[in-house]
């Protein structure tokens, strides 16, 4: 994992060396890789090569709260740099919020492309759609 970490990310970020700005890496759904695969590993490695990357970098990974990924999450390395955040702690008035203005843009854009003459789809509309999907963002990305 070490060899593969250095070639595919560290060893990259740090050639490049010429980011302006801060470089953000997305890991998205750790949960849905194999326990064999040592996916939960990959935290690990991320606490201890950060140090020695060279750019401006912030990692967000994302999963489940499956137990094995947890204990990982807990370990001494990783709560020293890591902020968890639990997606279901969230307020669901601010949740709603979010889709509501997810979905105003989405449709937006789908007026644009299409040619939909305003006003469409209502200015009602999506506060319907957001009381059917309550705080199941996904039902929002999947329908768009």
Same mark, same amino acid.
């Given at each position: 994992?070490?060899?593969?970490?250095?070639? =595919?990310?560290?060893?990259?970020?740090? @050639?490049?060396?010429?980011?302006?700005?801060?470089?953000?890496?997305?890991?998205?759904?750790?949960?849905?890789?194999?326990?064999?695969?040592? $996916?939960?590993?990959?935290?690990?490695?991320?606490? @201890?090569?950060?140090?020695?990357?060279?750019?401006? #970098?912030?990692?967000?990974?994302? *999963?489940?709260?499956?137990? &094995?990924?947890?204990?990982?999450?807990?370990?001494?390395? #990783?709560?020293?740099? *890591?902020?968890? !955040?639990? =997606? &279901?702690?969230?307020?669901?008035?601010?949740?709603?919020?979010?889709?509501? *203005?997810?979905? +105003? &843009?989405? =449709? &937006?854009?789908? $007026?644009?492309? !299409? @040619?939909?003459?305003?006003?469409?789809?209502?200015?009602? $509309?999506? +506060?319907? #759609?957001?009381?059917?999907?309550?705080?199941?963002? !996904?039902?929002?990305?999947?329908? *768009?």
């Amino acid at each position: 994992m070490q060899k593969q970490f250095e070639k =595919l990310i560290s060893g990259p970020l740090n @050639a490049w060396g010429g980011a302006t700005g801060t470089i953000v890496i997305v890991m998205d759904a750790l949960d849905e890789c194999s326990p064999e695969s040592g $996916a939960e590993e990959i935290p690990i490695r991320w606490a @201890a090569e950060l140090p020695r990357i060279q750019v401006p #970098l912030k990692v967000l990974i994302t *999963s489940r709260p499956e137990f &094995h990924i947890r204990t990982k999450f807990q370990s001494l390395s #990783l709560r020293r740099i *890591s902020q968890p !955040y639990i =997606l &279901h702690d969230i307020e669901k008035s601010i949740v709603k919020e979010d889709i509501e *203005s997810f979905l +105003r &843009h989405r =449709l &937006h854009q789908m $007026a644009e492309e !299409y @040619a939909i003459p305003t006003p469409w789809p209502g200015e009602d $509309a999506p +506060r319907k #759609l957001v009381d059917r999907a309550g705080i199941l963002f !996904y039902l929002c990305c999947d329908s *768009s």
